[in-house]
């Protein structure tokens, strides 16, 4: 079988115990249905499909996608040979599991996918680089925008680090698995997001920055009607955007909303 393209992100993860853990994550019933995102050459997929009624697997790599079926002859297995980001989530059944190996170069376009589709996965569990794996389960002090728009529609919670030589060929990075678990509502209403997410930018645009500063920026307003609009949010002017919880950002859309 020809190597891992180094063009598509491709590293393969064999350990036993490892694969074990994150199908395990996944918390699997025969009742369930899993997305499996780049299955690669199966190792993760023989795990989910002993545990799982259906597997559905996307991979992107031709080659890969039409020797995947004969390896599990018999067993409940759909494999879509698709650009993930491509893939329609509304033909997979409501409250499906998501199981993935993510090429690190589109992390956060597969969260954005999933955590902002009309049918959403219940829970998706996601080996990622470390480093993104905790940007995207931080809390107040450590935030970006990937935390905040991961965590207004899941509870991210970190699993088990993967160090790098455990992958064929090893990355340049650790990995580690972050699980989401979809909330029953995302923490801002549908019809709110667009101004919401309008001021974080806004609030992260110049990182280094205070509020007050980046805010003034962003939204193209003063520094006075920045720190009064943080002032009337309960927040102080000195803090960064990085400090903020996501009811922080909130209450400012509902000054900023009411001025």
């Keep these: 079988m020809a190597g891992p393209k180094k063009e598509l992100g491709q590293h393969w993860l064999r350990d036993p115990e490892i694969l074990a853990e994150i199908a395990e994550a ?86 954005e996918k999933l955590m902002t589709a009309e049918n959403k996965p219940s829970l998706a569990v996601l080996l990622v680089q470390k480093e993104v794996a905790q940007r995207i389960a931080a809390e107040p002090g450590e935030m970006s925008i990937l935390a905040v728009s991961a965590q207004l529609f899941a509870e991210a919670e970190l699993d088990i680090e993967v160090p790098r030589q455990f992958f064929t060929p090893p990355p340049k990075v650790d990995s580690q698995v972050v699980v989401l678990r979809t909330r029953d509502e995302p923490l801002v209403a549908a019809e709110d997001q667009k101004d919401f997410f309008r001021i974080v930018k806004a609030g992260f645009s110049t990182k280094r920055k205070k509020l007050r500063s980046s805010l003034s920026g962003g939204l193209g307003v003063s520094k006075d009607s920045a720190e009064q609009l943080l002032k009337k949010a309960n927040i102080s002017p000195d803090v960064r955007a990085e400090d903020l919880a996501i009811n922080d950002w909130q209450r400012l859309l509902s000054e900023w909303r009411a001025r």
């Design 26 to 111: 996944a918390e699997l019933s025969n009742d369930d249905v899993v997305l499996e995102i780049g299955p690669g050459l199966g190792t993760l997929t023989s795990r989910l499909l002993s545990r799982a009624g259906r597997v559905v697997a996307v991979e992107f790599d031709a080659d890969l996608a039409r020797k995947l079926p004969g390896q599990f002859p018999g067993k409940n297995l759909e494999v879509i040979n698709e650009d993930i980001l491509q893939f329609d989530l509304n033909q997979l059944p409501k409250d499906y599991k998501v199981v993935a190996n993510v090429p690190y170069y589109i992390t956060s376009k597969i969260v």
